[in-house]
């Protein structure tokens, strides 16, 4: 499989403890994005990579989440001391960027998902 | 700012019936509209695109889109409703780096 490919597919923890989620992208994309889907909504955005650098972070994304993604290839979203309000589905997706054409263009290809529970 | 609309929270098609997931749009510039579909646990599949050109664009899975700009509108359509189509459907605009995505419409097909 080829696709994006995000692990673990279920995470459950107290609250107060860090977690840390891992991204693989699809393999020639050099843009990652994070996005956070609750119950009964649409996916928010909450961060995006060109290669390495981090260009974009979402209001939503607090001084508790940070996300890094070192050598331009597989990205890490950490959340530190979770709150029961952080449980929702953390979803990767990523894109190539386009030749001659704008950002906006381009299709993002999305993981499985993270789906995070804490209790 | 961008945003999308999906105006109906629930659609319900009989099996074998055309079917229509309703989206609006709100955007500056020029429009580029997508839709993805996200079954039961699952991440988002990518099902279609409208960048430029042909109002009426086909994806996947036997879908297309009807881009309608005086009516500011994206709607999904397919011929034929499969139960298989029984999904949670997104319209979506690009907003700089990220997607904007609408609330989703659930479809049910019903056999």
Request: hydrophobic content about 30%.
């Amino acid at each position: 499989d080829t696709g994006v490919s995000q692990d673990p597919r279920h995470k459950i923890t107290k609250r107060g403890q860090n977690v840390t989620f891992r991204c693989d992208p699809i393999s020639e994309h050099n843009r990652l994005y994070w996005y956070r889907q609750t119950l009964g909504q649409g996916p928010e955005f909450l961060t995006y990579f060109q290669n390495e650098a981090q260009l974009e972070k979402s209001r939503l994304l607090s001084d508790r989440f940070s996300a890094e993604r070192p050598k331009g290839s597989f990205s890490t979203l950490e959340i530190q001391r979770t709150e029961q309000g952080d449980s929702a589905m953390y979803l990767c997706a990523s894109s190539l960027k386009a030749v001659g054409g704008g950002q906006q263009q381009e299709t993002q290809y999305f993981g499985p998902g993270t789906r995070l529970l804490v209790l | 700012a961008q945003s999308v609309a999906q105006p109906e929270d629930q659609v319900n098609v009989a099996e074998g019936n055309p079917l229509t997931v309703k989206c609006t749009y709100s955007v500056s510039g020029n429009p580029y509209l997508f839709w993805y579909v996200q079954y039961p646990n699952r991440g988002l599949q990518f099902l279609l695109k409208y960048i430029t050109g042909d109002n009426l664009v086909k994806g996947s899975y036997g879908f297309e889109a009807e881009f309608n700009k005086s009516q500011t509108s994206f709607h999904l359509k397919k011929p034929s409703a499969l139960v298989s189509d029984s999904a949670l459907y997104f319209c979506a605009s690009p907003g700089g780096g990220k997607i904007i995505f609408g609330k989703g419409t659930r479809l049910h097909i019903l056999p």
